[in-house]
């Protein structure tokens, strides 16, 4: 099938094609918006990180037993891209899907649904050297440690 990238209106009409629970399409929507507050701060397309964390869980109310499976023929079938679906489908892995998140995009999603919005804290660390959130003092003046501490409100 041609692949179709479905505008927000489009991905939050077929979320509730699938899901009728308010508590479940909230919770998609906290995603969605936590999504498109890290793509603005990655640089990253917010539509799409956003319409991505809107669908992540359209197959649960209805198939519970295949969340994260079931999932992968939905999408396929209202045509959305390969790389959409596969971050939807990383989103449950370890618990209900084999799909590893690689991207930063899938490793986001699955640190704030399985983390974050369950009242986890993150502390995302840019800088590839940094190995902690409280740099020495001595290299915080030298300048070689850039941690940024990350809130989501
Ligand atoms: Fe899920
Ligand atoms: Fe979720």
């Known amino acids: ?9 489009e991905a939050l009409a077929l979320l509730k094609q699938y899901t009728r629970s308010e508590a479940l399409i909230n919770h998609a ?3 969605e918006g936590v999504m498109r507050y890290m793509a603005r701060k990655f640089g990253e397309n917010e539509e ?3 319409v991505i964390g809107l669908v992540h869980d359209l ?3 209805q ?5 994260c499976i ?4 939905i999408l396929d079938e209202n045509g959305l891209p390969e790389d959409y679906i596969r971050a939807v489908v990383s989103h449950g892995w370890g618990i209900c899907s084999d799909v ?7 490793k986001t999603l699955f640190a704030i649904d399985q983390f974050v919005l369950r009242g986890g804290r993150a502390v995302v660390c840019v800088d590839p050297y940094c190995v902690s959130d409280r740099p020495n003092p001595m290299e915080r003046q030298m300048g070689k440690v850039h941690c940024r501490k990350v809130q989501l409100l």
């Open 100 to 106: 590893k998140p690689e991207s930063l995009l899938e």
């Open 1 to 9: 099938m041609e692949s179709n990238v479905p505008t927000r209106e």
């Open 63 to 67: 198939f519970p037993e295949k969340h």
């Open 48 to 50: 799409k990180w956003g």
């Open 29 to 31: 929507k906290a995603v």
């Open 70 to 73: 079931k999932v992968r023929e």
């Open 59 to 61: 197959d649960y109310e």
